[in-house]
């Protein structure tokens, strides 16, 4: 049996994190086998990439590099890591997936969202999310937890005008799809936890 496949989108301090952690707690609770990854990263030349893509002194780094990058990255974890497990009929959880890309590097770099899908094309296959969960906040909300966070990287860096076109391509890019639930980032983490285990209970029904 596949396995179901969530992904979880939204700008930088959206709380992610957090509620991926939150809802694998809630999987392991009710007996459901499920691995968690992110993007960039999740293996090991994953994690190097990651390293590479996010280091702040690596201000050079063109925008089509960065989408190379990133693209690659993602090739690497569906092979090694989500392909594997969905074929072995697990839940995976991603920290975001290609309309990351489409947005960051589509929208936000200007390189075009059609360029960016073609470009991930080959990686993916016939694997899409089957349920996405977009966590919305406004860019100055995102970047000013981040700060208090830690230390920013080079994508989170970047100017505020670069943050609110990412923020406008999500709601763009992910705006009327069926799998996609939009989510209010700016509801409280016990909130939005209670509003994503509701909405899986709908789409799994061994969780109801």
Not at 91 to 117: E, H, K, M, N, P
Not at 124 to 147: A, V
């Given at each position: ?25 809630y ?26 893509i ?83 906040i ?30 406008r ?16 980032g ?5 909130h ?17």
């Amino acid at each position: 049996m596949k396995g179901i496949f969530i992904v979880m989108e939204g700008p930088d301090g959206s709380g992610k994190s957090t509620q991926i952690a939150l809802l694998k707690q809630y999987l392991d609770e009710v007996g459901c086998e499920c691995l968690i990854t992110r993007e960039p990263g999740g293996t090991a030349i994953g994690e190097a990439v990651r390293n590479i893509i996010l280091n702040p002194d690596h201000e050079e780094m063109s925008d089509v590099t960065e989408m190379l990058l990133y693209a690659a990255s993602r090739a690497q974890l569906m092979s090694e890591v989500i392909i594997p497990a969905l074929e072995a009929g697990k839940i995976v959880i991603s920290d975001r997936f290609v309309d990351s890309s489409i947005v960051y590097q589509g929208i936000a770099r200007g390189l075009g969202t059609d360029t960016v899908a073609a470009v991930n094309r080959p990686g993916i296959g016939q694997y899409e999310p089957d349920c996405i969960f977009f966590i919305d906040i406004s860019e100055e909300e995102g970047i000013r937890r981040k700060k208090l966070q830690n230390k920013l990287d080079r994508m989170e860096q970047e100017s505020i005008d670069f943050h609110s076109m990412v923020s406008r391509g999500y709601r763009e890019v992910l705006s009327g799809r069926e799998e996609v639930i939009h989510i209010d980032g700016s509801a409280s983490v016990e909130h939005i936890q209670n509003q994503i285990r509701e909405e899986l209970k709908k789409r799994i029904g061994k969780l109801s």
